[in-house]
Each structure stands twice: as C-alpha cells, then as structure tokens.
C-alpha cells in the first residue's frame, strides 16, 4: 500500500513541484496550511491527494484528473493567476494580475487614520479585501450559477454547460440580468418613496414636506398633459401619475394608463422611444419588469441570450426614468433644484468642538428634516459645551446635502468608516444602499451611536423606523441623540485630519443652461454646442459611480479625469467620483490648470459670464439618481442640435464600479446609445457571445457599447478614440 504522506511532506512535494513548474505556492501562510490540510485530509480518506476544493465523485476513473496537481492547474493559472484552491500561482502573479498596473497612482487613503484604525481595532475595507484576494476566477468571469440546487454550477474546461444545459452565455446573460433587477429595484425604491412623499404634501397629510419648486411640478404636470385648480391638486396629481409606472397592468384596470412607463413617455426624446418599440424594450411597468427578470432568470424559463440582453436594455429604462428620473425630479420638487453652490470636501470638514452628524446614504427625506433640526436645536448644543452642530455628508446623501446646501462632501463610501474613525461623530445615520455591514463594530470602538432607518438595519445600531407624517419628531429625536452623546465623546481618541478642499456644486441642467444663457438668452446651448463643434470642446464625457477598494486606494478615477481634460475633454460627475474629484480639487476654478487651452478658454469666459474666476472642469451633478441629469443634458443637446444621442462626441465612464445600482445606470446609458467603460470589467469575460454584443454588436442597434480599460491610460486612450471617431462621423 502505498505510504501516506505527513503535511511537512505534501508541502515539501508541492513547494519542489512549483519550483520545477515555474510557478510560486500560495504567500499567505493560512491560506496554504489550509490547502494542504485539505490535500492531506483527502489523502487519508481516500488514499489520494484529491483537490480539496473539488468534488470528489468515489469513482476513481473519474476523479483521477483531480489529483493535486490537477488536470486544471495549468489552465487555470494562465487564465486567472493561480489554481482553483490558490495553491500554486504564477509567479509573476502581482504584476500580471493585481487590479491596478499602473504603480505611479497617488492613493487617497489617510494614512494616519488607516493607521489608528488598527490600533483601535476598528475594521477597515481595504483590509477585508485584502483578506478575499484572490477572489473567485468563475466569478469574475460571470460563468458560475447557484440558481437552483442541482448547482452550484460552473463552466470548467470539463463541463462546457450547467447541470441544466445553461450554456456559459445563458449563465452570464442571467447573471447580468439578475444584477441589473436588482440595482434598478434600489432606484425604483428611492423614487416611489418620494413620490408617496408627494402624494402625501397634496393630500394635506403631511406638514414636514412642501413643494419646493412648483415651477417645475407645474411643468412637469404639464407635460403628463394634465390640469388642475390648485398646488395640492396638482402635487396629487403628479404623484398618482407616477404611482402608474409601478402598477400599470394591460386589462386589468379600468381606465386607460398607456402601455409604457409615463415618466420615460414625458422624458425620452421621441426617435429614441420609436427605437425602443422596435426592438421592444419598453418597460410596461417598474414592478412588473423587475419580477418579470427575476422569473425570467429561474432554472428552466428564458435560455434565450438574445431575449435575456434585451431584459437587461429594457431594466435599464426602468432604472432611468422609473428609478433615478423619477426620484430626482421628486426630490427638486420637494427640496429644490439645486443651484451654484460653494462647498467643502473631505474628512477635514470634521470639526473638533462641534457635535458631528454624518448622514449616509441615498434617499433625502430624513436628512433634509435632520439638517432643519440642527438648526433649530443648535442651542441644545451649546449648553453641552459644543460649539454647534456640524452636519456632514457621506455617499449620496452627501452629493444630495452638498448640491442643495452647500453642506460638506465629507467622504466617499469607501471612507464611511474613517469617519467614524476620526472619533469624532457622535452620531452617524444610514438610510439606504451602499452602507457597509461593518459600520455597527466600528462605531462600537467609539463613542458614535450609528442609526438605521428605512431599508438599513443592522445588529448593533440603533434602528428608528422612518414615517413621512412624523418627519419632523423623528429628526428632532435624533438630533438629540447626537447632543447628549456629545458629553461621551473621549478626546484622546479624536483625530481629525486636515484634509479639505473648495468645491463647486449644483450644476443642474436647470443651472448649466442659465449659466451659458449669461453668454446667449436666447438660445443657451448655442455657445456649447458651438465650441464642441468648433473643437474647442472636445468632447463630454461623464465619470460616475463609486469607489472600488480592488483598486486599493488609487486614484484610479482622478487620473483618468486629468487625462481627459488634457485632451480639453468637459467631465460632468456624479455619486462617489463626486466627492473622489471634489477631494482631488477638481472641482474648482483653479482646477482649468489640469485642462487643455482650448478647453481651458472656454471655462474662463463661461465662468466671467457668472462672476466666477473659470467654471470648473469638473461639473457636479448631483448623487446617482442625478445620472438622471446627465441623460437629460444630453437629450437636450440632442433635440437641440437634431443630432442622435449616439453620434454625439459623448461617452461615460463607472471607472472603479461597484454596485449593482451603478450597473443598472450603466446598461441605462447603453439603451440611450452612449458607450460606456467600466472597471473593474463586468462578470461577462467568460460568455464569448454576450462579450461580443456588449462591446461590438450593440453599437449597430442602440449605438452604445462598453469600453474597457483596466489602467486610467487604457481607459482615456479607449475614450478619446471613440470620441474622435464620433467627431470624424459628424465631420466636425
Ligand atoms: S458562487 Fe461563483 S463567485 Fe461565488 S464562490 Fe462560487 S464560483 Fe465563485
Ligand atoms: S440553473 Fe442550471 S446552471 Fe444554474 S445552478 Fe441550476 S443547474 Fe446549474
Ligand atoms: S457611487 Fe456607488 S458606492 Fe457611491 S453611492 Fe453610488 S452606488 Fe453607492
């Protein structure tokens, strides 16, 4: 019988077999003592070092191909960097496959506060990334499935289809599917609680909200082709129309509710909604598209690739005018349309003396009501020796603060915990989407009491159920939970780093018109389109989405923006790579530096025209549902020049994309037929079929495509190209 190896011994076998192979065993210690108590273990129970992260069938003829080194090995170190149970890697496996290859990229990561976190044992992102890498290859490729329990499956050089006969493309066009339902459902969410909002302003049921901007609730009102007596009447009304494009159902109601989405009706420029009925992807309604996906994507139901990519087009609009459309005309309706607006980003907008509230999140409900409480509970604050109260912004409900008040851009998610880390927030409240599991441990190293509302809910954190008609005492609590917890805050442990930066904000559509309408009343665009015409704008490309720790703290976003406005490129931004640009001072005056001269003179005199030194080169539009924006920009400059959206000198960019949200805007884009990059790139390299249309076939339907480009230099170079190829189209 042949002699059982010890663990010393099958590591000594495996480090020589590395060697001899040209490859390097697993770094990190744990990891390989796991593995090779994994290999040892099989080796006892079935007398061979099987795989231990394979299943071993107890048929020797079949499970032969499984002995470690297996069959797959090779394969699969080319592909992904090392073997399935990270054993054995390339051996150049830093340099071939770390997410970022450009080594000169500045990080944004305060070292002194990533420092204290470790010594308060407070946990941070980049750490528990750290400790996922290397992650699932199957993953990334987009060819695994768990969708029903004949799986978990994945395409391996051995099995070319799922249990089922789910074919790699079924699998990866499933998936997507699947992702962008559930993005668009977070949006869908935001919009109709809003909405309701509304409703409820109308119906006289509410007192904590009001109309905001009734010019635009009449214009939009207008638009839905409705009348009515009053303001109420006209906030019901609205509201009720938007209620349509959750429920419209063919048959069942009794009035006639059209057959597709009213907001996309009253928004999408009309030759776009031709097309959209031609290949059929116009949304009936948000609710039924959503479950509509979700059946779609089951075990046995649509295997078609084709129909399932065009579910996804058709998500897309959902999350477009259903979902962020929808939640950002609310939302102006409700709280204003934002306006220039001076501001202050990054974690040095803490203030040492003050009682520090961060609101993070999405939805701006309770932050409006929380920003009002601050004020008017400011003496509260003083009696307990602070010198006031500091509200802050995190994520998007900090784009939301910042673009209606100027209140501070303080942190990306990606620094959600740094903030509590500074020690010096007594209370940090979290309502929806992006809001990191971790937060409750580490507000638990602090004095911070960390509230969830709405949809966010975690063990640890204080939850306070959100309900519009209480608004008001409901903000008022919280704010005096963060007072009185002012008394408990431990000085030693603060730490506030001096980091901050001027901003510019508020460039709505609304706003951008009336600033070039300082150098043409009569017809605003003129002057942009003229100067994109003439070349002295380049192009306009917008930067969106979040901040991914894959690409470990680099400024992966800013690079990319310095390069495009090099090429006298106009970026307009959004979500998290709004306070990323803010931070970098991209979005000041001052910033025209970074630019090309032609594009720099541009912003000079559009800036003279609005007593402003140079409009910055960076436009601040809002949170994510403000992508809302950037597609209405667009509109506008495509029914004013008579010009389709796609053959405009236009793309986008969700360079360091994480959310299933940031997907769904993405495929949004798509529909409307702007190319779009994303990195890290979406889970389809392992679907030929589905990669092929994303990047190449849908440009000849809805002229979008995704561009790729894993290095900020990669990534402009894909941009630019496809910006002078559209400038060279429109012989421009
Ligand atoms: S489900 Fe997919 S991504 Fe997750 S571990 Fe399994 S193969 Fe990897
Ligand atoms: S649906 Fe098909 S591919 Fe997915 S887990 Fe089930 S059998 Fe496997
Ligand atoms: S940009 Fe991304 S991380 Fe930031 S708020 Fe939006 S979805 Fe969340």
Redesign the pocket.
Known sequence: MKKKMKEQEIYKFSKEYAKKAGFALNKNKKQLSYVIKGLKKNEDKYGFRFCPCRIVTGNFEEDRIIVCPCIYHKQEIKDQGHCLCNLFFDKDYEKKFGAVKTKELESWVNKSLAAKAKKDNASFVLDRFEAQRPQCFFGYSGIC????N????RITPRAAT???G?TADV?AARNLLRTISAGACCHVEHARENALTLLKVGEGKTKAYSVKDKEKLNQIEKKLGKKSKNLNETAVNVALEAFEDFRRQHGVFHRSEGSYLNWLKINAPNYLQELWKKIDILPENADIETTRSMHATT?GNDTDPRSLLLQCLKLGLVDGYAGLRMATDMQDILFGTPHLIKAEANLGTLKTDFVNIAMHGHIPLLSEKILEWSKKLEKEALKQGAKGINIVGVCCTGNELTERHGIALTAHTVQSELVLVTGAVEAMIVDAQCIYPSLAAVASCYHTKLITTMIAKMPGALHIPFKIEDADKIAEKIVKIAIDNFKNRNKAKVLIPKEKTELYSGFSVEQIIEALGKLNKKEPLNPLVDNIKSGNIKGIVAIIGCRNPKLRGKKFAETLIKELLKENILVVTTGCIAHASAQEGLMKPEAVKYCGNKLKAVLEAIGKANDLPSLPPVLHMGSCVDNSRIINLVSEISNYTKIPISKLPIAASAPELVTEKAVSIGTNALAHGIAVHINPPLWIAGAPWVTKVLTKDLEKITGGKVLNGESPKEAAKAIIEHIENKRKELKI
């Open positions: 499935c768990k969708n029903c004949m799986g978990p499956c799922g249990v089922c789910a699998i075990m």
